[in-house]
């Protein structure tokens, strides 16, 4: 008997009855903690909301949410189904991103981002549609106009559906245009819309002056923007911001002025002249 005693491997009987101890301990804690979750509910609703924009608040996720699911709070936790929440927060066209998570203190927490819109679009039959970073068209609302550029005009590209693309070459280079204005400190301040004549050129709505600024398409535009920049800073001083009625740099390399009214440049240095032409 003390030999076959001898003969058993000790150490390995103390792993494995460690190991089903272990195995056994592990059982009881999953237990404890399912029962936990079979007994917690949602204690609290945490909505975070991210972006510049505002076309949605607390509010109305709070409301959507107990529209679609009822109230969350007093719920157990097991009955909250959240990747349908998520998914149903996706589905808003202001929504960019969406993420719900729930931790075992019972807080359900909401994190959402926007959809940031960078130009607003009222075509030639009065249909007005957003358009975001992505090129994806977002519907307006009454509740929140944001800060951005208006194009107006012979656009004839309207809206059907949330978050459908720009189909248009013409609507394409509005936003390429409207993004190049508002990269840049300058032209964001002089330019407050874009505008789409009979010929499909666009053109710039200056806040300084009542020329028309013809740029044509959405090709070549930091050479354009060079050119329209050198007609500001050499040829408006020289002879006021009202002496021509039309500005077109659309040509490559070419800056065609549009006088107003009848006039040399002679006449700029004879004010009897320049009364007399009614130019400035």
């Known amino acids: 008997m003390l030999k076959y005693l001898h003969n058993i491997r ?7 009855s460690l190991f089903f101890l272990g195995v ?22 945490n909505i975070f909301i991210e972006g510049k924009e505002a076309f949605i608040d607390q509010g109305d996720i709070s409301a959507l949410i107990s529209k679609s699911y009822g109230n969350i709070i007093g719920k157990p936790l097991l ?10 927060l996706k589905k808003l066209p202001y929504v960019s991103k969406a993420t719900v998570h729930l931790d075992m203190d019972g807080i359900l927490a909401i994190n959402i981002a926007q959809r940031e819109v960078v130009m607003r679009v009222i075509n030639k039959n009065g249909r007005e549609y957003y358009i975001d970073l992505n090129g994806l068209k977002v519907p307006t609302t009454l509740k929140y106009v944001p800060h951005v550029m208006i194009a107006t005009g012979n656009i004839e590209e309207g809206y059907k559906n949330p978050l459908d693309s720009i189909s248009s070459t013409l609507v394409k280079d509005l936003l390429r245009v409207t993004q190049f204005i508002e990269n840049d400190e300058l032209w964001s301040n002089q ?25 044509g398409t959405a090709d070549s535009l930091d050479q354009k923007f060079s050119l329209l920049q050198t007609f500001y800073k050499e040829i408006i001083p020289k002879v006021g911001v009202d002496a021509y009625n039309k500005v077109n740099v659309k040509y490559a390399g070419q800056i065609i002025c549009e006088k107003r009214g009848v ?6 240095h004879n004010p009897e002249k320049k009364v007399k032409n009614n130019t400035l």
């Open 10 to 16: 000790w150490n390995r009987v103390l792993y494995l």
């Open 263 to 268: 006039w040399t440049f002679d006449d700029l």
């Open 79 to 88: 009955d909250i189904p959240l990747e349908k929440i998520e998914k149903t």
């Open 191 to 215: 330019v407050v819309q874009v505008f789409v004549n009979n010929d499909k050129d666009i053109e710039l709505v200056p806040r300084v002056g009542n020329q028309q600024l013809v740029i």
């Open 24 to 45: 056994i301990a592990v059982i009881i804690v999953m237990s404890l903690v399912n029962r936990k979750d079979n007994l917690q509910v949602c204690r609290e609703v």
